[in-house]
């Protein structure tokens, strides 16, 4: 079985009360368009039929971008959270060979409302994980407001999947109105991603929190390909400054290596063997990003199960990657599989 631990999806009422309760007429209209032409995003049997073509293949679904938090007010995200959050749980439930698990959204405007939702989705609605974005509203992740979400997760036992975000209408260049040539999406999510990542391990969250669990998109954005940069850039400030300006436990490298790191590398073989190098495979889930492509998501999830056979691992190992991790950190009913 192939546990596929990071798909999207836009529940049906959920999507209604967005383009009803969002009051910005650009972002109703976008997020409209946005399900017309993804049509495997609402329509579920498009879906299963684009799943049907894999064998033994099950989805972990979450809510599709933009976070609500981030396109309408506080009493409006909490609503909207809850009800996608009952959406996906119907969905778990009543599809249990297609899904086997939903991550939570969280109305993360709202500190106590957003803590009162994530133990309601895990505890009363039996999903699985939350999702917050790599920064909140412009926020940081490690700003001390946000320490009692991660507090809640260790006390659930439960982790957070990390999703970039980063928008077109921030430009690249001074004198540019947006970002061009799609730059905000290809360079702009890793790297935010990355940027995140640093934020919890040098803010001291992963230290103040040994057993918080994060999984990270896109294997993590940049980190793999930088963990030697990042070690030696404190070596190097040190030696510079007379002094180390932060002050850890650990040496870094350590703290990212307490991440997940999810296989969302579009195909990219190499990019997942950067990622096993740094962090080992017992830190690496299957996930396709489906469904986003011209082909209602079949060739990223065809793409990524490639990747992962392309990869010089053992049978074993790869039964790791493709389901052991992710049954162990979603802690998934073995019988669903």
Not at 140 to 150: A, N, T, V
């Amino acid at each position: 079985m192939i546990v596929d631990a990071y798909t999207h999806i836009l529940p049906t009422k959920y999507q209604a009360g967005l383009e009803e309760k969002v009051t910005d007429r650009d972002m109703s209209l976008n997020t409209a368009r946005y399900a017309e032409t993804v049509p495997t995003l609402v329509d579920l049997d498009a879906r299963f039929k684009v799943m049907d073509a894999f064998d033994d293949y099950i989805q972990v679904i979450s809510v599709a971008s933009p976070p609500i938090y981030a396109i309408a007010p506080a009493n409006v995200t909490n609503e909207l959270c809850r009800i996608a959050n009952d959406e996906l749980a119907e969905l778990v439930h009543k599809y249990p060979d297609r899904f086997a698990a939903g991550i939570a959204a969280l109305p993360l405007l709202d500190i106590d409302a957003a803590l009162a939702e994530a133990e309601r989705a895990i505890k009363d609605l039996r999903l699985r994980a939350v999702e917050i974005c790599t920064d909140i509203n412009g926020k940081p992740l490690d700003s001390q407001e946000f320490m009692p979400i991660y507090e809640k997760m260790v006390e659930l036992d439960r982790p957070i999947y990390l999703h970039p975000l980063k928008e077109m209408n921030i430009p690249d260049y001074e004198g540019e109105p947006i970002s061009k040539y799609r730059v905000w999406t290809k360079l702009g999510w890793p790297y935010a991603t990355a940027l995140a990542m640093t934020r919890l391990v040098y803010g001291g969250v992963l230290e103040k929190l040994p057993n918080l669990k994060v999984i990270t998109h896109h294997c993590g954005g940049l980190i793999p390909y930088l963990a030697g940069r990042l070690d030696w850039n404190d070596d190097f400030n040190e030696m510079r400054m007379g002094h180390r300006d932060y002050y850890l436990k650990e040496n870094a490298l350590t703290y990212y290596r307490r991440f997940y790191y999810d296989t969302a590398v579009n195909g990219n073989t190499a990019a997942l063997e950067c990622g096993r190098s740094f962090a080992g495979l017992d830190q690496m889930v299957f996930a396709s990003d489906m469904p986003f492509c011209n082909q209602m998501g079949s060739r990223l999830i065809r793409d990524t199960i490639e990747s992962v056979e392309r990869m010089q691992i053992t049978p074993e190992e790869r039964r790791k990657i493709f389901q052991e991790n992710a049954v162990n950190l979603l802690r998934l009913p073995l019988g669903k599989l």
